[in-house]
């Protein structure tokens, strides 16, 4: 089983959208400027290192790329059993799992990211990873400075020995003092304008919570762990209130990578810039696989490794009567939003290059492979957005 993790903010870095300006998965860019009204191809492609820090730029120009990461994956044959992001990138995530659209998530991402922005100017705060410590002696020694008047968290819980705490400077460097006299080796400051995932974003929550009660939510394609309890949704009901406490409560990923492993996850793929998440995996969960891709060569890389790995397992497999195994699948995207309607296909029927697989409202989606239709991921009458996986084939 696979899981797609998308970065969050801090993964950025100056010319990250380069490698793709000419790639097809580009024209997510160009959509994403039009409906945020924000020329995000310079951001992705001109800003330095200190515009891209700034909340409202890292956020959209992050999200951004992750998702044209994403689209060139799903291009190129990739899917995912389960998805999950990382603070910011949990928007990433829904978008990637179908639960809502590319459209709405620009629209959101842009709005926190101004909102947490503001938020900043409200309440001085930063934040510092606290190395080689246990996650309940840093909640100690945050409760501690906290009985005392000073205002600090546990922000992330990242990986056995990796944990975020944030809030106000002062309290802050005596929660690392107090998380040093419990055994914690290092106390290192982040380099960030805000304590983000503390209630010190309580301003930003109010803003976003009227962007989130007009934005439409959909069943999620594959099942989507989520940052506030660790556990995986796919009901559209849960994600308004998710989301909005995200925003002051701990991302608990350490706790979201023993779920995906809980559930069977064996290869963790992170999508987007950087290699922070694919780290962490590697970090969190003994035996897995832990990789990333954020470059069109890398994609091309990470689809021909695991098309290798799905040989090599099929190859010392035993087919039962009647079974046959074949290394490669591939995904059917919907090339609009609109109402999906399937044409009639028994699973396992052979199809070729341009047949006909459904209809999203007008729009044709035409197989652009040969195989065979192994079954369809959403259901007729599912409303479903532009490049959201309708079916999956294995490819001759």
Same mark, same amino acid.
């Given at each position: ?23 097809p ?42 998702l ?9 044959g ?17 978008? @990637? ?8 998530g ?19 705060g930063? +934040? @510092? ?7 309940a ?29 944030a ?5 802050l460097?005596? @929660? ?6 419990r ?11 805000g ?5 010190? +974003? ?16 959909a069943? @999620? ?40 492993d809980?559930e069977?996850?064996s ?21 897995a696989?832990?990789?990333?891709a954020?470059?069109p ?23 039962v ?40 409202g ?11 239709? +192994?079954g ?15 079916a ?5």
């Open positions: 089983m696979i899981a797609f993790t998308f970065p969050g903010q801090g993964s950025q870095r100056p010319g990250m959208g380069a490698p793709w300006r000419d790639d998965s580009w024209a997510l860019v160009e959509r994403a400027s039009t409906v945020a009204g924000r020329n995000v191809a310079q951001l992705l492609l001109e800003a330095d290192a200190d515009e891209l820090k700034l909340s409202h730029n890292a956020q959209l120009s992050t999200f951004v790329l992750s044209v990461v994403h689209d060139a994956a799903v291009r190129s990739l899917r995912a059993d389960a998805v999950a992001g990382h603070s910011l990138g949990e928007y990433s995530a829904l978008v @990637a799992a179908g639960a809502i659209s590319f459209d709405d620009v629209r959101l991402v842009a709005e926190r990211g101004d909102a947490m922005r503001a938020a900043c100017t409200a309440h001085t930063t +934040m @510092a990873a606290v190395l080689g410590g246990d996650d002696d840093v909640e100690a020694a945050c409760a501690e400075v906290r009985s005392d008047g000073g205002d600090v968290w546990v922000a992330n819980l990242n990986a056995p020995g990796q944990v975020v705490i809030g106000e400077p002062d309290a460097a005596r @929660a690392g003092e107090a998380c040093k006299a055994g914690a080796k290092r106390v290192m400051p982040v380099a960030v304008s304590a983000f995932h503390t209630p010190y +974003m309580a301003p930003a929550q109010e803003r976003l919570d009227a962007v989130l009660a007009a934005t439409s939510f069943g @999620a394609v594959v099942p989507v762990a989520a940052n506030v309890d660790a556990a995986l949704h796919r009901d559209a009901t849960a994600w308004q209130q998710l989301l909005s406490r995200q925003l002051c409560s701990p991302v608990r990923w350490s706790h979201l990578l023993g779920t995906l809980t069977g996850v290869t963790l793929i992170e999508l987007g810039p950087g290699t922070v998440l694919s780290g962490m995996g590697k970090r969190t969960l003994e035996g696989i832990s990789l990333a954020s470059t060569a890398e994609v091309a890389d990470l689809a021909t490794r695991i098309a290798q790995e799905e040989a090599r397992v099929a190859a010392n497999t035993t087919a009567e009647g079974e046959q195994l074949y290394a490669a699948e591939r995904l059917v995207v919907s090339p609009a939003a609109g109402v999906f309607e399937p044409v009639d296909l028994a699973d396992g029927t052979p199809i070729e290059v341009g047949d006909l697989v459904g209809r999203v007008e729009h044709e989606v035409r197989a652009r492979f040969a195989g065979w239709v +192994m369809h991921l959403a259901h007729r009458g599912e409303r479903v957005t532009p490049r959201q996986p309708v999956w084939m294995r490819i001759a």
